[in-house]
């Protein structure tokens, strides 16, 4: 799912290798922090929450193209965020720099602090109001 929802940024960036990307995931998949999203029952995407010292990481969150566009990105992330909300967590996340799912980032609370050379914006949300 990973390598199916980044292609078109990863593309732009000049930076997509199919097998670059499902390492990556490989490489930072945490099975215990990791949720299947389903819609009707059906695999509709996947998303991490992962804990860590000063804040959690919102991580690998692909829902399946076919549905974007529904809700689901504003929806999964917000039920995520409430949790930390309620706990005073602070949650960080990249994104690839020009990529859509920034402006859904922002309507969440997020705000971009640094970029890095490979074109990821990191940002954080401290909660609602508190930005």
Do not use: K
């Not at 992962?50 to 690998?60: I, V």
């Amino acid at each position: 799912m990973r390598a199916v929802v980044l292609r078109a940024d990863l593309e732009r960036l000049g930076r997509y290798d199919e097998r670059r990307v499902r390492q990556r995931l490989r490489d930072g998949f945490v099975p215990a922090h990791t949720w299947v999203i389903e819609v009707g029952g059906a695999f509709a995407g996947c998303v991490a929450l992962r804990p860590a010292e000063d804040a959690h990481g919102l991580e690998h969150f692909y829902p399946a193209p076919h549905l974007q566009g529904n809700g689901i990105g504003a929806a999964v992330p917000r039920g995520l965020l409430e949790r930390c909300d309620r706990d005073g967590v602070l949650v960080r996340l990249n994104v690839l720099r020009g990529s859509p799912a920034r402006r859904l980032y922002e309507r969440h609370g997020f705000t971009p602090d640094t970029e890095d050379p490979r074109g990821r914006l990191h940002g954080a949300r401290t909660g609602p109001g508190r930005m």
